[in-house]
T-cell receptor, first 114, second 115 residues
Framework: DAGVIQSPRHEVTEMGQEVTLRCKPI?????LFWYRQTMMRGLELLIY????????DSGMPEDRFSAKMPNASFSTLKIQPSEPRDSAVYFC????????????FGDGTRLSIL | AQKITQTQPGMFVQEKEAVTLDCTYD???????LFWYKQPSSGEMIFLIY??????QNATEGRYSLNFQKARKSANLVISASQLGDSAMYFC????????????FGSGTRLSIRP
């Protein structure tokens, strides 16, 4: 079975540009999570969705960040405009909503904002 | 407030020795799950093992076992017969039944296996 698929794997862009990260969760999973990982702050939960509905976006750092989940098999995390401090590895993860199920992570997108 | 604490930022262990990575948690929710993840230098997050708060027996998965002590609120990961490939960052995590699948992660322990 395919795992969580994220694209792109790497993104290098100049500050001020719009960045869109994409995620395809594991088929059948009904919870989806976006995380950011940096050396300074570790792993931070940005937002998560249950059944395509955003449940908690309190981790989204600023209005420059937005996330959508138009259907059960696709989600995007957008940064507009991007800043150098947004440089990090962004992970998408998915799980079953029912019970305490483990989250399965994608390979991450390594984002560098110059 | 819910919290996961990993007090060992880094550990060095000789190959083939057993290693215990510490994790304590804090929650007043009676129903929760505890997880361990491995993050090698390549960056991916790999799910290792799960323990439910109502499970009577400690979870085991191959060389991994979870030493679950509910009264002490600890969920230590034990790796038996360590291998060079076990060198990685290890994260302890908790999910609460009441939070609808949200997971709280600890700060991680970097494990280095010496040949």
């Amino acid at each position: 079975d395919a795992g969580v698929i994220q694209s792109p794997r790497h993104e290098v862009t100049e500050m001020g540009q719009e960045v869109t990260l994409r995620c395809k969760p594991i088929s059948g999973h009904n919870s989806l999570f976006w995380y950011r990982q940096t050396m300074m702050r570790g792993l931070e939960l940005l937002i998560y969705f249950n059944n395509n509905v955003p449940i908690d976006d309190s981790g989204m750092p600023e209005d420059r960040f937005s996330a959508k989940m138009p259907n059960a098999s696709f989600s995007t995390l957008k940064i507009q405009p991007s800043e150098p401090r947004d440089s990090a590895v962004y992970f998408c993860a998915s799980s079953f909503l029912e019970g305490q199920q483990p989250q399965h992570f994608g390979d991450g997108t390594r984002l560098s904002i110059l | 407030a819910q919290k996961i604490t990993q007090t060992q930022p880094g550990m060095f262990v000789q190959e083939k020795e057993a290693v215990t990575l510490d994790c304590t948690y804090d929650t007043s929710d009676p129903s929760y799950g505890l997880f361990w993840y491995k993050q090698p230098s390549s960056g991916e997050m790999i799910f290792l093992i799960y323990q439910g708060s109502y499970d009577q027996q400690n979870a085991t998965e191959g060389r991994y076992s979870l030493n679950f002590q509910k009264a002490r609120k600890s969920a230590n990961l034990v790796i038996s017969a360590s291998q060079l490939g076990d060198s990685a960052m290890y994260f302890c995590a908790m999910t609460l039944y009441s939070s609808a699948s949200k997971i709280i992660f600890g700060s991680g322990t970097r494990l280095s296996i010496r040949p």
